[in-house]
Structure formats: structure tokens, C-alpha cells
């Protein structure tokens, strides 16, 4: 046994350390350094690429927000996607169990008595219940408040018991109660019209392992060990975690390289393969739960200008200051115009087989990735494991282009079709280097076959608006995903118009009935049936170009002990165990 007594509360033995959750077991794997047993204090530091945009994750947009939101706020449970160390679905935090009655309706969670907020209440169901007045809030406007669309209500047994009523039973009750942090109950409080105008880094209280801290540096968000974490008071190791903006990746890599920070966030390949050259460094690498692609915009870009046109103008008659497009409008609009080029399967699929995805992979990537077949990502059981992607096939892609009406009839080097030559504009963000190089070698690729592409870089500030206006012929995105399976949300005719997610407006009448009854089925192996054949009749329409899922790259100091609990959608999963082994 060894006693730590630096601020004379911690006695710890060894076997302490593995007093851990089921979803971070991993955790406990014995470090690899001379000492066998984790040291107690010190300061971590990790560079980010990006600030936080809010501390309250309801106001937040930014990928940065929920990673501090993870350290500092209690979740009933933990999502962990699967890779190659860690099972897939959802693990106790908060909540010790949980269970459905009422015909699966009614979802009850019990809750851990254990945990207290900085403010020394202890966290209750009142919480959970304040929470879901958040999320819900019209005044709060949480851009991800749909999740709960199907929530009816939230009550309390007592203290520990909270209780969710569903409207109806469905595959993604646990998920959809579990998303996202609890707030603390002492905010109601402050009115919700005045969330906006609050200074959360100082006004949030805190109930995970760590709570914020103070830092004259608005660069440098630094989060303390708190005192009370519910999962196990003799957590975290860390006294202190300190997250560094840092935007520039050559900047943040020499600060690993320089031993100014211990982690370095989103590395690119190349300078994942400097840090892998050092004996003191290592690389952490976890498959990426998200893809990027090509978007085909399937909706003739002018007759969707003149429906909104129309549809302000309606809106404007009937008093509406909220004008949101008619979802299954707009996708009778892209049967009945399509665009020019890309309304044809045969042309998307043409266009997918003319790129070269995996030469991308491997230079673009520099092989830190691979080229899945469908947006359902492996090794997901909704997944179909024996869909493969589509090859390399410039041959083939010509004859379905020709079959398509598309000739050099001018002798000028480019196709065309009823008088148009096959060119179009592809956007990409430009700020997003791997993108920018993808769309270069994608625009060499399509000139081979007689496709004019001219890639169009804007501003994430011009990027988003564009895509949601309708006003493009093609865009690379890319998309993160989850246990729960959404491509309702989507890729379907309700995902359609203003306020969807389906940018390109394919919709496909079969495809979007197995994606809806998909959704709805309980049976789990019904269910992967139902996306098996949805992922069929993707594969053969190509609303996407699935062009690669990249690897998360994670540069780390090789005095850091426990980062095998990192996750593929967590860099900082389970930092609570970690430690830092003192300078040698």
C-alpha cells in the first residue's frame, strides 16, 4: 500500500485505482513506466484546436464545448462506439441502472446517491427534471432539442428515481433520455432570456471530476480536481487539466514536440508521423465515428430559388415570421426538377466510381484511414458487413455516362448533354486543409473524364448557409455518428427543405420507407434487416460520394499514464484515471 497525503485527503491504495466504471475498465491497464502505481497530482495540459464557443452546452455549437462539458457535468450514462478496444453501447455513470415499464414507454433511471455539485447540493432527479425544461425550452433554443421530441414528460419518484414517459417505445429511448449533460436545478434562477449575456466560466457549477477554474488567460480553459466526483471521491489523479487553444496544427505540434503540452488534439497524418519518430511521444489512434463525402445536389438549384420565393411570399401573406419549406414539397420538387447533372443515378454512380478514394486515403491520409461503403459505419450491427464499396472503375464510369446522354460531341475535351457541358462548382470549407486537398485530387480525377470541376473554397461562416440555401451544384461534408442509427434525420424526405439535414434532397420512396420503419422497429435483428436493405438501395442510388473515414490522431507525452481509455468520439474519455508520471 502506498499513502498520498499531498493535500490530506487522499490515502489510496493500489487496487483503488481500478475502482472504475464499467465504461472506462479500460483505465486500469497496468502502466508501462518503472513506478506500477499512479502518482496523485500534477497538471495536464492539452492543446486544442479551438475555444470552446459557450460553457453551457445548450448555447454551445463547437466540438470543444462538450469536451469540457464532459469533464465538468454529470450524464446518466456514457455512449462508447466500438473500435478496437472498447465494446460498443451504453455504460452507467450517473445512473447505476435503469429499466422500461408501461409497454416500454416509461424509462426509469436510478440514480447514484454519491455526487454533489460545487455548490454542495447534491445531485437529485430534480436536476435531471430542470434539465429537460432546458432542453426543451423555446427561450434556450438547443439546436439538438428534437432528440427529446418523442420525451412527454419527466418526473420524480423521489430524489434518486427519475422518470421518462415516451409517447411511444423505440430503439433510441436510453439515447435519446441520456443526451446530453445535467444542469444543476439552482439555475432556474436566472430566466432562460437571460442565459445569453451570462458568464458561464464563472456561474456554472460543476459536478463531474474536474470543475472550472480560474485562468487570466482567455486562451487557456483550466478545469480543477473537484472534491466530490460521484463515480469515486478518490478521483481524478490530475489536480489540474488545462485545455490550450491552440489553432494553428504546426503550432500545436511543436508544442508537444517541445514538451509545452502533453496532448496534442487532432493531429494530421504528417505530423502524426513526426511524433511517432520520438521515443518520448506516442500516437493514439481510434477510427473516427464520422465519414466525409461528396453531396449531389439532386434539386434543380433554380426551381428550389423559385419555390422559397413562393414560399416567402405565402408567408408573408399569412402573418408568418417563421417560414420554414414544406420537407415533402421540396422533395416532390427534385423529382419533378432535377439537377441537370446529378439527378441521375447512373451519373452519381459514374461520378463515384471516376474518384480515386483510396489513392485519397493514402495521400491525403497518408493511409490514416479507409473508404467505407455506406454512412452506416462498421462494425455498427445495422451495418451490412458483405457491402463493399464501390471500386476504382474510370472504365465503367464512362459507360454510364454515356448511357446517360453525356458525349464530347465538340471535340473540346469536356462532356456534354443537351447543349451543357458538364461542369459544375464543388465547395469545400477553406479551413479544412484535408478537404481542400481531397477536392484537388477528386477535380484531377473527373478531368480524365471529361469533367470540368472548379473547386470553390469559402469561409465556414459562408460554407453552412450555402449548402442550406439549395445554392450548389456539389460540396464535400462530413458527418459524425452515434450507437443510434439516423438516417431519417438525413438522408429522407422529412429531412428535406430549410430546417433538414438532407442538403442534396435525394429521397428515394422505398429507401425512406425502410429507414422510418427501421427507426420504429424494437427487434434489434429486425431492425438491422431493415437498414441492411436501406444501405442497398444507397449503394445503388449515390446520393453521397463516401469518400473516406479519416482516423482520430492523438499525439501524446509518454509520461501520460491511462489514455488507453480515449475514445473515438472522446480524445479525454476517462481523463479522471489518468496520470503523469513526474519528468524523467
Not at 429522407?492 to 429521397?507: D, L, P
Request: charged share 30%; glycine share 6%.
Amino acid at each position: 500500500m502506498r499513502t498520498v497525503d499531498r493535500h490530506g485527503v487522499r490515502t489510496l491504495a493500489r487496487a483503488g485505482a481500478c475502482l472504475l466504471l464499467a465504461a472506462v475498465a479500460a483505465a486500469c491497464s497496468r502502466p508501462e513506466s518503472d513506478s506500477p502505481e499512479p502518482a496523485a497530482g500534477g497538471t495536464l495540459v492539452v492543446g486544442i484546436p479551438a475555444a470552446p464557443d459557450s460553457l453551457n452546452i445548450y448555447l454551445a455549437r463547437s466540438s470543444a464545448s462538450l469536451l469540457v462539458a464532459n469533464r465538468v457535468l454529470p450524464r446518466l450514462a456514457e455512449e462508447r462506439l466500438p473500435d478496437d478496444r472498447h465494446e460498443a453501447g451504453l455504460f452507467p455513470l450517473l445512473a447505476e441502472r435503469w429499466e422500461t415499464e408501461d409497454d416500454g414507454r416509461t424509462l426509469v433511471f436510478h440514480l447514484r446517491r454519491s455526487g454533489r455539485w460545487t455548490t454542495g447540493d447534491p445531485i437529485t432527479c430534480e436536476d435531471v427534471a430542470f434539465t429537460f425544461e432546458v432542453q426543451t425550452s423555446e427561450k434556450i433554443a438547443w439546436r439538438a432539442a428534437s432528440i427529446k421530441r418523442f420525451v412527454e414528460s419527466v418526473e420524480c419518484r423521489d430524489d434518486a428515481t427519475p422518470v421518462f414517459h415516451f409517447t411511444r417505445a423505440y430503439p433510441g429511448m436510453v439515447m435519446d433520455a441520456n443526451d446530453l449533460h445535467i444542469l444543476p436545478r439552482s439555475l432556474r434562477e436566472r430566466p432562460f432570456d437571460t442565459w445569453r449575456e451570462i458568464d458561464w466560466n464563472r456561474e456554472l457549477p460543476a459536478a463531474g471530476p474536474f470543475r472550472l477554474g480560474e485562468s487570466a488567460d482567455p486562451q487557456e480553459i483550466v478545469l480543477e480536481r473537484h472534491d466530490a466526483y460521484y463515480a469515486d471521491p478518490q478521483l481524478p489523479w490530475l489536480d489540474r487539466l488545462v485545455l490550450r487553444v491552440v489553432p494553428d496544427p504546426a503550432a500545436r505540434l511543436a508544442q508537444l514536440l517541445s514538451g509545452d503540452i502533453h496532448l496534442a488534439l487532432a493531429l494530421s497524418p504528417d505530423a502524426a508521423a513526426q511524433v511517432a519518430r520520438r521515443a518520448d511521444l506516442m500516437v493514439v489512434r481510434r477510427p473516427r465515428p464520422a465519414y466525409t463525402y461528396v453531396g449531389w445536389n439532386v434539386l434543380d438549384p433554380a426551381a428550389y430559388r423559385d419555390y422559397r420565393a413562393a414560399r416567402l411570399r405565402w408567408c408573408d401573406r399569412e402573418g408568418r415570421s417563421h417560414c420554414p419549406d414544406d420537407p415533402e414539397e421540396v422533395a416532390r420538387l427534385a423529382r419533378e426538377h432535377p439537377h441537370p447533372l446529378f439527378g441521375d443515378a447512373r451519373v452519381r454512380k459514374a461520378l463515384t466510381l471516376a474518384i480515386d478514394r483510396e489513392t485519397i486515403v493514402d495521400t491525403v491520409l497518408l493511409g490514416e484511414g479507409e473508404v467505407p461503403a455506406s454512412p452506416i459505419l462498421a462494425p455498427l450491427p445495422d451495418h451490412d458487413p458483405n457491402l463493399a464499396p464501390w471500386p476504382f472503375d474510370p472504365d465503367r464510369a464512362k459507360a454510364l455516362l454515356r448511357d446517360a446522354g453525356f458525349r464530347d460531341s465538340d471535340g473540346d475535351g469536356t462532356l456534354e448533354k443537351d447543349g451543357r457541358d458538364f461542369a459544375f462548382e464543388l465547395l469545400v470549407q477553406a479551413g479544412n486543409r484535408t478537404r481542400r486537398d481531397a477536392a484537388v485530387m477528386i477535380q484531377r480525377d473527373l478531368a480524365r473524364l471529361g469533367i470540368a470541376v472548379t473547386v470553390r473554397p469559402v469561409d465556414n461562416s459562408a460554407f453552412y448557409p450555402l449548402i442550406a440555401r439549395r445554392e450548389m451544384d456539389a460540396w464535400i461534408g462530413g458527418w459524425l455518428t452515434s450507437l443510434r442509427t439516423d438516417i431519417a434525420d438525413l438522408l429522407t424526405a422529412r429531412a428535406c427543405g430549410s430546417e433538414g439535414n438532407n442538403f442534396g434532397s435525394w429521397s428515394d420512396p422505398e429507401g425512406d420507407r425502410l429507414a422510418l420503419e427501421a427507426t420504429e422497429t424494437l427487434d434489434p435483428k429486425r431492425r438491422a434487416e431493415l437498414w441492411h436493405r436501406w444501405e442497398a438501395v444507397f449503394h445503388a442510388q449515390q446520393p453521397y460520394t463516401i469518400l473516406f473515414r479519416a482516423m482520430r490522431l492523438t499525439g501524446v507525452s509518454r509520461r501520460v499514464h491511462g489514455v488507453e481509455s480515449m475514445l473515438a468520439n472522446d480524445d479525454l474519455a476517462g481523463v479522471e484515471h489518468w496520470w503523469l508520471e513526474p519528468g524523467r
